[in-house]
């Protein structure tokens, strides 16, 4: 049972060597089988070694991703209708952001702080922006 955390070895009586005069099991398996069945107490982890307390950090994390867990359900737009809407609004919106202040660079600094090149990178980042909001709905 090393799996466990456990390192339980048999007794000489427990081994199997014959009828002995105490046919009752060893205090090792006892305490193994005790420890096996006993729940686990909420607040602890085990480690392989035993049980230990969360550590404050450990504690509070888990602590706001509860909270955050059920914001998140508060908050979830149940419409799959207006789900997409605004998926493909804000897929949009990352398009146009990002190829219009591509544009607005070259623009403003006449050619000479980025070329047509940069437009194309700008607008196939807003492409890939705009895809990576909305893929999750639409």
């Known amino acids: 049972m090393t799996g466990l955390g456990l390192h339980v070895t048999p007794d000489a009586h427990d081994a199997g060597s014959g009828p002995t005069r105490d046919s009752r099991p060893s205090r090792r398996w006892v305490w193994a089988y005790a420890r096996l069945m006993t729940p686990r107490r909420q607040g602890r982890v085990s480690d392989g070694e035993g049980d230990r307390p969360l550590t404050p950090v450990k504690r509070a994390i888990n602590k706001a991703s509860t909270g955050m867990r059920s914001l998140r359900q508060k908050l979830q ?14 897929g949009e919106y990352m398009l146009i952001l990002m190829g219009t202040a591509a544009v607005a660079q070259v623009v403003t600094n006449f050619d000479q702080k980025g070329t047509y090149l940069s437009i194309n990178i700008g607008y196939a980042a807003g492409v890939l922006f705009g895809i990576y909001a909305s893929v999750g709905v639409s």
């Open 77 to 90: 737009i149940r419409n799959r209708l207006a789900r997409e809407c605004l998926a493909e609004f804000f």
